[in-house]
């Protein structure tokens, strides 16, 4: 079984993917990511963490069509697969249990300094 955590910058690509549909290639899920994250990244750190979650087993690709604005250049276009969607439900799923436990969140009594 392939390790199932996923880092911070992993998760929220893969969630991109999912989101980006057939628009899920490199040059636009960090075009993407950028626009919701209001933080930088370069195209070598998507196609990376594309690559290992790959390899992991969450993602797959295919060659897409030739396009006239690439030159006739094809774009890889990135789907999860259901290992990667497993993959989101356990990170969602600690994540919120965390949340849960948290005083502040969980109606204890909580201070704050």
């Known amino acids: 079984m392939n390790e ?3 880092g911070n910058f992993e998760e929220t690509l893969l969630l991109l993917v999912g989101i980006l549909g057939d628009e899920a ?3 636009r899920i960090g075009e993407e990511y950028e626009a919701q994250t209001e933080r930088p990244t370069s195209v ?3 196609h990376s963490t594309l690559n290992r979650l790959s390899k992991k087993g969450f993602l797959v690709s ?3 069509s030739p396009t006239s604005e690439r030159g006739g250049r094809r774009k890889r276009i990135y789907k999860i697969t259901a290992e ?3 993959a989101l439900e356990l990170s969602r799923d600690f994540k919120l249990s965390l949340w849960k436990q948290f005083p502040a969140f969980s109606g204890k009594k909580f ?3």
Do not use: C, S
């Open 4 to 6: 199932m955590k996923l």
């Open 25 to 27: 290639y490199a040059f």
């Open 44 to 46: 070598g750190a998507v």
């Open 62 to 64: 295919e060659m897409g």
């Open 84 to 86: 990667g969607q497993r």
């Open 111 to 113: 201070k704050f300094i």
